[in-house]
C-alpha cells in the first residue's frame, strides 16, 4: 500500500469513520491515533494512517451499530406505546358516552318507578281507609242498632 494514499487528513478521517473532528483529535491527543506531519514546526499538516483508523473504529463499529439500534427502537417503541394508548383514550371515551346513557336511562328508570310507588301507594292508603271506614260503619251499625 502506498504510504501515501495510507494518509487522511483530519477532516477525511471524521468522515470516514462518521465521527466529529473534535472526536478524531481527542483521539491523536489520547494516543489512540497516531499523528504524522508532512512538513516541520506545528503548522505543518497533520495526517492519519487509514489503517490505524480503520483498526481503531473496526473494534467500536459493532457497538456503534448497537447504540444505533438501541436508540431507534425506543423510539419505535415509544410510537407505537402512543398508538396504543391512544387506542385506549378513545375506547375509554367510547365507555365513558356509554355509560353516560346508561346513567341517564337509569335515571328515567328510577324516576318512573318512583312515580308508580308513589301511586300504589295512594291507592293502597285509599283501600286502607276505604276498608277502616267501612269496618267503622259496620261497628257503628252494630252498636247503635
Do not use: C
Not at 497516531?34 to 499538516?45: F, M, Q, S, Y
Amino acid at each position: 500500500m502506498n504510504q501515501a494514499s495510507d494518509l487522511l487528513t483530519v477532516k477525511e478521517a471524521a468522515v470516514r469513520a462518521e465521527r466529529s473532528i473534535s472526536t478524531i483529535k481527542r483521539w491523536m491527543r489520547s494516543g489512540k491515533l497516531k499523528k504524522r506531519r508532512k512538513g516541520k514546526g506545528k503548522t505543518a499538516p497533520v495526517y492519519i494512517s487509514s489503517h490505524e483508523l480503520s483498526m481503531l473504529t473496526m473494534d467500536q463499529t459493532p457497538a456503534r451499530a448497537a447504540n444505533r439500534a438501541t436508540n431507534q427502537a425506543p423510539n419505535q417503541a415509544q410510537a407505537e406505546l402512543v398508538d396504543i394508548l391512544k387506542e385506549q383514550i378513545a375506547d375509554l371515551r367510547r365507555d365513558k358516552a356509554s355509560l353516560q346513557d346508561d346513567m341517564r336511562t337509569t335515571r328515567k328508570l328510577l324516576d318512573e318507578s318512583r312515580e308508580r310507588i308513589a301511586a300504589l301507594e295512594r291507592q293502597l292508603n285509599g283501600g286502607v281507609r276505604g276498608l277502616l271506614q267501612d269496618g267503622l260503619s259496620a261497628i257503628k251499625k252494630r252498636f247503635t242498632v
